[in-house]
């Protein structure tokens, strides 16, 4: 290789550029390295392709140049851009359930996110995807009053701490970029919200458009967080949900048969007498699978 000035270059600068060239583009997973870096990452957008797959050969260049611009933009994150062969690693296939290429799964904090990513397949989608992802999800408010005041449309968790040193806090925070999508979180901190000997607590606020239900507080400990986020998960992800156009083909896959309620908008009486229903029904069948 030749220098732009007509000269060989330096055998110190030829080594650096072939290892430069080597560390781009997305890290190939494969059994004996992806559960460290899951579990070691805030963040891990995985590929599932086949090479003979004509859309997974089509995106592979622009899912390394997605891992060159994140690895840019985000160098102090804990961000990975992987990618699997699916052919070679036919187990971490099975393992991630995967039927189709390319799919597309990402993990955050640990946890393998129940929805895919279905968005537009560009450079450009996939980094502000990113951006979303690694964004602060939780909100602080200035007084409880506020509390009145939020988004009636969303579901909504409250945290009130006497300090953001406390253990709780920390768990509180893991749970919300977990659950983002589903829920909208806030908190407040101090003497105002909350005395220092109560140290903390969290509340549920229903969509009044669409939840029966009224406020309700944890009653556990959130050091429980097994407990805490299987309270939250119900909360946050009940049995009756909106289908939109994001979410039908992930609740299709599923496999489950469909009962739905087609109203209008502005119906939100509807929605809760059906919510209230399946609820009901739901709570027979499981105390009697066959008292429907």
Not at 59 to 71: G, M, R
Not at 142 to 158: F, M, N, T, W, Y
Not at 191 to 196: R, V
Not at 263 to 270: A, F, K, Q, R
Request: hydrophobic share 35%; glycine share 6%; proline share 4%.
């Amino acid at each position: 290789m030749r220098s732009r000035v007509g000269g060989l270059l330096p055998r110190t600068l030829l080594l650096l550029w072939v290892l430069d060239t080597c560390d781009s583009g997305a890290i190939q997973l494969d059994p004996g390295n992806i559960d460290g870096i899951v579990e070691n990452n805030d963040l891990v957008l995985i590929n599932f392709y086949a090479d003979w797959c004509r859309f997974s050969n089509m995106l592979a260049p622009i899912w390394d140049q997605t891992a060159d611009k994140v690895a840019q933009e985000f160098p102090d994150k804990r961000v990975v851009i992987g990618k699997v062969d699916c052919d070679k690693e036919s187990a971490l296939g099975g393992r991630y359930h995967i039927t189709k290429y390319p799919t597309l799964k990402y993990v955050q904090n640990g946890v393998l996110a129940k929805k895919e990513y279905r968005g537009q397949r560009s450079v450009d989608s996939f980094v502000e995807f990113v951006r979303d992802k690694v964004k602060d999800p939780v909100k602080e408010l200035s007084g409880p009053g506020e509390v009145a005041d939020l988004e009636d449309k969303q579901r909504h968790i409250i945290g009130y701490f006497s300090n953001t040193d406390l253990a709780e806090y920390g768990l509180f925070k893991k749970l919300s970029s977990l659950l983002k999508e589903d829920c909208s979180f806030h908190f407040g901190i101090g003497d105002t919200f909350i005395s220092k000997e109560a140290g903390s607590s969290v509340i549920f606020k229903p969509s009044k458009s669409r939840d029966a239900e009224a406020l309700q507080a944890f009653t556990g400990n959130i050091q429980d967080y097994s407990t805490f986020h299987t309270w939250a998960v119900e909360k946050c992800s009940p049995l009756v949900r909106e289908i939109t156009f994001e979410n039908a083909e992930e609740l299709t896959e599923e496999g489950l048969p469909f009962l739905i309620l087609f109203h209008h908008p502005d119906d939100h009486d509807s929605v809760k007498a059906y919510s209230e229903l399946v609820a009901k029904v739901a709570t027979n069948h499981q105390h009697d699978p066959y008292n429907l």
